[in-house]
């Protein structure tokens, strides 16, 4: 079965550009979920997808961030304008559904210059 | 709200050495709590679980305890390896299947 597939892998972008990060969660999981984890810290939630409907976006800085779920498959979460403070990696996870084990993808490091 | 303490890091340890990471958590309800490795250049992969107060999660020799009279979720490993070296992250889940919330990590270093 295949994994959780995030593109790219990373990214280098100077602040103010914009960035956009891609998912594709493992097949027929309804949950999706969006992380941030900047260095030496644990990841945070930034947005979570219950099929292509939003479930808890609290956490997502909205005057720069949107992400969607179209079709309730695959995701796009981008940042317009970036910051310095954004360097980080963008994790993508799925789930069964929310109350399941999440399977985490590989990750996107983002360097905001 | 909910969140999860663990201890800092880094951990250095040789070869068949005991491992603990405490880990303690704030949380209304029954959360589950769980452990998470993340190998390096690797992405996270779920280490165990634990769903209910005394419930033991065990995997790959590491074993750790749901204490809720202590609100703890301690990882404990009787004899480490190298290839245990790697960032160890405690998080938690409430009941309605929310997102996870996890601790900053600790990084364990095994050396031979």
């Known amino acids: 079965e295949a994994g959780v597939a995030q593109s790219p892998r990373y990214k280098i972008i100077e602040k103010r550009q914009s960035v956009a990060f891609w998912c594709n969660p493992i097949?027929?999981?309804?949950?999706l979920y969006w992380y941030q984890q900047i260095l030496g810290q644990g990841p945070k939630l930034l947005i979570q997808?219950?099929?292509?409907?939003?479930?808890?976006d609290s956490q997502l800085p909205k005057d720069r961030f949107s992400a969607e779920r179209l079709k309730g498959v695959d995701s796009t979460l981008k940042i317009q304008p970036a910051k310095l403070e954004d360097s980080a990696v963008y994790l993508c996870a799925s789930s069964l559904d929310r109350t399941d084990e999440q399977f985490f993808g590989p990750g996107t490091r983002l360097t905001v210059l | 709200g909910n969140s999860v303490t663990q201890m800092e890091g880094p951990v250095t340890l040789s070869e068949e050495a005991f491992l603990t990471i405490n880990c303690t958590y704030t949380?209304?309800?029954?959360?589950?709590l769980f452990w998470y490795v993340q190998y390096p250049g690797e992405g996270l992969q779920l280490l165990l679980k634990a769903t209910k107060a005394d419930d033991k999660g065990s995997n790959k020799g590491f074993e750790a305890t749901y204490r809720k009279e202590t609100t703890s979720f301690h990882l404990e490993k009787g004899s480490v390896q190298v290839s245990d070296s790697a960032v160890y992250f405690c998080a938690l889940s409430d009941q309605a299947g929310t997102a996870l919330i996890f601790g900053k990590g600790t990084t364990l270093s095994v050396s031979s």
């Open positions: 997808f219950q099929n292509n409907g939003v479930v808890d």
């Open positions: 097949s027929g999981h309804a949950t």
């Open positions: 949380a209304t309800g029954y959360p589950s």
